[in-house]
């Protein structure tokens, strides 16, 4: 099984890198592609710089990724109670491929946390919600609130109830893809 990983943010210290970096340590003897979206920085969206230029290279790209891949698990980062302006544009370049829904009826495992005691919850409902207009499948999702105190950067998740409610959504979500890939 071929898992693609991304945290939703450009941020160089994204403490949803390290959320979907931890994540994909449960995942041993999988292929694993996890990637930062500033490799995929690309002008802010418009049909008029589409129409001038086309759709980036690096849209296609990116595209491939998701299309080879078997899993997706994306940690989003949450600016404002939404998208990062970083994934969101990257989002909207994609979803302009002819023929193209973004996600390419893959199965997601979203997943989000914050500094706050939500955890980037408005976020991950706003995605859990628009990933299947785009194509997607949510298969489930996780929220870690207070990273500072819940994450540690060499043992991970370090409180035991959140620690145990990712182990047991990850191995139903093995359990559950293994059967069907």
């Known amino acids: 099984?071929?898992?693609?990983?991304?945290?939703?943010?450009?941020?160089?210290?994204?403490?949803?890198k390290q959320l979907v970096s931890y994540a994909l340590t449960y995942f041993d003897g999988y292929d694993k592609n996890l990637i930062d979206l500033n490799d995929y920085e690309m002008p802010i969206y418009s049909i008029d710089?589409?129409?001038?230029?086309?759709?980036p290279q690096l849209a296609y790209q990116l595209a491939s990724q998701i299309d080879e891949s078997d899993l997706i698990i994306c940690s989003?980062?949450?600016?404002?109670g939404a998208y990062t302006a970083a994934f969101k544009n990257i989002l909207d370049w994609i979803s302009r491929i002819?023929?193209?829904?973004?996600w390419n009826d893959k199965p997601i495992f979203a997943m989000a946390t914050s500094t706050?005691?939500?955890g980037g919850s408005s976020v991950l409902e706003i995605?859990?919600?628009?990933?299947?207009?785009?194509g997607g499948r949510v298969v489930d999702t996780f929220s870690l609130p207070t990273f500072g105190e819940n994450f540690d950067l060499e043992k991970g998740i370090i409180n035991d109830n959140f620690r145990n409610e990712l182990e047991e959504k990850?191995?139903?979500?093995?359990?559950?893809?293994?059967?069907?890939?």
């Open 1 to 16: 099984m071929k898992i693609f990983a991304f945290a939703a943010s450009n941020s160089r210290k994204s403490i949803n």
């Open 170 to 181: 990850i191995n139903r979500l093995k359990s559950t893809l293994v059967s069907t890939v």
């Open 49 to 55: 710089k589409e129409n001038e230029n086309g759709i």
């Open 116 to 118: 706050g005691a939500r």
């Open 127 to 134: 995605a859990s919600k628009r990933i299947p207009f785009n």
């Open 98 to 102: 002819k023929g193209r829904k973004v």
């Open 76 to 80: 989003f980062a949450e600016h404002n």
